[in-house]
């Protein structure tokens, strides 16, 4: 695991590589749900459908909200993606709450 990377071989710089190695798996995790959830919302719109919709557009506004408080997205792209699509789902013609 940690011997076939290239990292500095002290027990602070083996521990520091240990640890973002952690939190790199768990914000890929976190981002690919993320993906697959605005995938979703855009698929509902593209069948316009405005209650799947809006649904899906609540259950992603609420994961990208977490995941600026985990830190995985900043709060500005998170905000442009929810602005986005809640902006889409209007033009179908259903109310998008936040």
Same mark, same amino acid.
């Given at each position: 695991?940690?011997?076939?990377?290239?990292?500095?071989?002290h027990?602070?710089a %083996?521990k520091?590589?240990?640890q973002?190695?952690?939190?790199?798996?768990?914000? &890929?995790?976190?981002k690919?749900?993320?993906?697959? %959830?605005?995938?979703?919302v855009?698929?509902?719109?593209? @069948?316009?459908?405005?209650?799947?919709?809006?649904?899906? %557009?609540? &259950?992603?506004?609420?994961a990208?909200?977490?995941?600026? @408080?985990?830190?995985v997205?900043?709060?500005n792209?998170?905000?442009?993606?929810?602005?986005? %699509?809640s902006?889409?789902?209007q033009?179908?013609?259903?109310?998008?709450?936040?």
């Amino acid at each position: 695991m940690v011997a076939s990377s290239p990292v500095a071989n002290h027990a602070s710089a %083996l521990k520091r590589h240990r640890q973002s190695e952690k939190r790199r798996r768990r914000n &890929q995790g976190i981002k690919t749900r993320l993906r697959h %959830l605005v995938r979703d919302v855009r698929s509902a719109i593209a @069948t316009k459908d405005p209650d799947a919709a809006r649904t899906r %557009l609540a &259950q992603a506004a609420r994961a990208l909200d977490k995941a600026v @408080t985990k830190g995985v997205l900043h709060r500005n792209n998170a905000a442009r993606k929810v602005g986005r %699509l809640s902006r889409a789902v209007q033009a179908l013609g259903g109310a998008a709450t936040r």
